[in-house]
């Protein structure tokens, strides 16, 4: 993990989890002029990539290239994030795996269990590890994707599902005390994961990740 910076308690500091390409790293880019941003992925060039172009814009980010399915990994990030700042004051959880689309009957049992490790199982450890951290003026976002119950989605869709349903019941959980947790739904864009449920789709009419980002930021009065 790339060293914590200096910085001041006042600062805000927005922790994105799936930050190396699509819309999170969008989202991260977006958040910087006005955000320290703690970017988790595994990919290490795409991290290095975001820097550079939230350096250009004068901002800065700590980058923590690592799996968010390593329970102990996150479970430093967190202790780390909590020695330096003391909190979170955003939360955006980007991170997903699409599995092959394929007949449920024929899932396969690798793709079936990465699906469950990171679309499922992690957000349901990590938001015991972040709500600390959040505490009562902290936000969450997550983004819904509704495929449950579609055609060959079955790994993708029930696992996606899950997370949602999860968010949903910390989010009415959290109505009085919170913190804040919100559910928004992103426009189709030309991503690596939407290629790979939609083939040979035309590109050109999706909306772009930057200004998807722009719009969800702004729905979300950031």
Request: glycine share 10%; hydrophobic share 40%; proline share 7%.
């Amino acid at each position: 993990m790339k060293r914590m910076t200096d910085s001041t308690s006042s600062e805000k500091i927005a922790l994105v989890t799936g930050a190396s390409r699509g819309l999170g790293a969008a989202i991260a880019e977006a958040l910087a002029p006005n955000f320290h941003v703690v970017a988790v992925a595994r990919t290490t060039g795409g991290l290095e990539e975001l820097d550079d172009r939230i350096q250009a814009k004068g901002g800065k980010a700590t980058l923590a290239p690592m799996d968010i399915t390593n329970v102990d990994a996150m479970a430093q990030l967190c202790r780390s994030i909590h020695d330096r700042w003391g909190k979170i004051d955003l939360w955006v959880h980007t991170a997903i795996h699409g599995a092959p689309l394929t007949p449920a009957g024929h899932i396969d049992p690798k793709d079936w269990d990465k699906s469950v490790k990171i679309n499922l199982d992690a957000t349901g450890r990590l938001i015991p590890f972040l709500t600390p951290l959040l505490g009562q003026d902290g936000h969450a976002v997550f983004f819904d994707d509704p495929h449950g119950g579609e055609k060959f989605f079955g790994s993708y869709g029930a696992t996606k599902t899950g997370q949602i349903a999860l968010a949903k019941s910390w989010q009415v959980e959290n109505t009085n005390i919170g913190p804040k947790v919100s559910i928004l739904s992103p426009n189709p864009m030309p991503t690596g994961l939407r290629a790979r449920f939609h083939p040979g789709e035309d590109r050109a009419p999706l909306a772009h990740p930057r200004d998807e980002a722009a719009r969800l930021l702004t729905e979300l009065g950031l």
